[in-house]
């Protein structure tokens, strides 16, 4: 039950785009579609911005996208902004009925 | 609108013990899988339990077995955390997290948290 690996951190310039990675194993990542994505400002509770891999809630901008291969999936921000300075976090179900979360990243908007 | 108002959490010594609730509201709470998750100060989330629907199945990490217990009562619309045997390291903020099967089990509300410190 380690952590799904994240960078600590990645930055870009506005407009720019970034990738963020997360990697498991065929056990979490690998085995299943239910990877979701979080963002999350400092002081403020998380904010689901992909489920199901690569699915947007509505009210997220299109900006945000995501993809799985293998044993790791990818969340991309596209024509970077202030606001998506956060940190975000990938959560992975688990074969052992468990679920979890990445590291963490550390987004700095430049 | 959705709301999830967790309490119980505050100062505790190494070795107490603390139960923690969440009252959920704007959505019917026996058709979801809940869960616990904690963020410990300056540092990233932490998946620690989850309970069905109806209570049958319960999940934890290895972390918290045998020390933390997750709880439902559908009647009171409320989730619970009984938190045994703790730690310093267990200091975080705890926030009680629905599973929505339409968002493929992601959490999509969260409430404001609770905070737990551990110290002597």
């Not at chain 1, 951190?9 to 056990?27: D, L």
């Not at chain 2, 989730?79 to 959490?107: F, I, K, W």
Request: hydrophobic share 30%; charged share 15%; proline share 4%.
């Amino acid at each position: 039950q380690s952590a799904l690996t994240q960078p600590a951190s990645v930055s870009g310039s506005p407009g720019q785009s970034i990738t963020i990675s997360c990697t498991g194993t065929s056990s979490d990542v690998g085995g299943y579609d239910y990877v979701s994505w979080y963002q999350q400002h400092p002081g403020t509770a998380p904010k689901l911005i992909i489920y199901a891999v690569t699915h947007r809630p509505s009210g997220v901008p299109d900006r945000f996208s995501a993809s799985k291969s293998g044993n790791t999936a990818t969340l991309t921000i596209s024509g970077l902004q202030a606001e998506d300075e956060a940190d975000y976090y990938c959560n992975s179900r688990t074969n052992s009925g468990t679920w979890v979360f990445g590291g963490g990243t550390k987004l700095t908007v430049l | 609108e959705v709301q999830l108002v967790e309490s119980g959490g505050g100062l505790v010594q190494p070795g107490g013990s603390l139960r923690l609730s969440c009252a959920a509201s704007g959505f019917t709470f026996s058709d979801y899988w809940m869960s616990w998750v904690r963020q410990a100060p300056g540092r990233g989330l932490e998946w620690l339990a989850n309970i069905k629907q109806d209570g049958s199945e319960r999940y934890s990490v290895d972390s918290v077995k045998g020390r933390f217990t997750i709880s439902r009562d559908n009647a009171k619309s409320s989730l619970y955390l009984q938190m045994n045997s703790l730690r310093a390291e267990d200091t975080a903020v705890y926030y009680c997290t629905p599973q929505d099967a339409g968002y493929s089990y992601g959490h999509p509300y969260w409430g404001q948290g609770t905070l737990v410190t551990v110290s002597s």
